[in-house]
């Protein structure tokens, strides 16, 4: 089993930055891959980005240049830095992993930018 626990959501104003934290613990070795999805009310989850145990990254194309995903492998712990925030980013934030074949899931965490 892979624990993951988000925090750094909250309100900000259009043009602003926040960075969200996603530690992992437990079973993390032979993570394959953590991420970030976020959903709004009606919609399906969509990915926001992505990084493997290489250090591979994928974005969607709506935060490419915005959004950016470092890890600090000593922490166990990925974090989504968003820049340049819009209010269609407006979401609720869920930090992934998978491991063998398995997706866990954080809690979530909202984040509501304001224009």
């Known amino acids: 089993q892979v624990q993951l626990v988000e925090s750094g959501g909250g309100l900000v104003q259009a043009g602003g930055s926040l960075r969200l934290s996603c530690a992992a613990s437990g079973s993390i070795f032979s993570i394959k891959a953590m991420g970030w999805y976020r959903q709004t009310p009606g919609k399906q989850r969509e990915l926001v980005a992505a990084i493997t145990s290489d250090g591979s990254t994928n974005y969607a194309d709506s935060v490419k240049g915005r959004f950016t995903i470092p890890r600090d492998g000593a922490k166990n712990t990925v974090y989504l830095q968003m820049n340049s925030l819009k209010p269609e980013d407006t979401a609720v934030y869920y930090c992934?992993?998978?491991?063998?074949?398995?997706?866990?899931w954080g809690q979530g965490t909202q984040v509501t930018v304001s224009s």
């Open positions: 992934y992993a998978t491991r063998g074949g398995n997706d866990y």
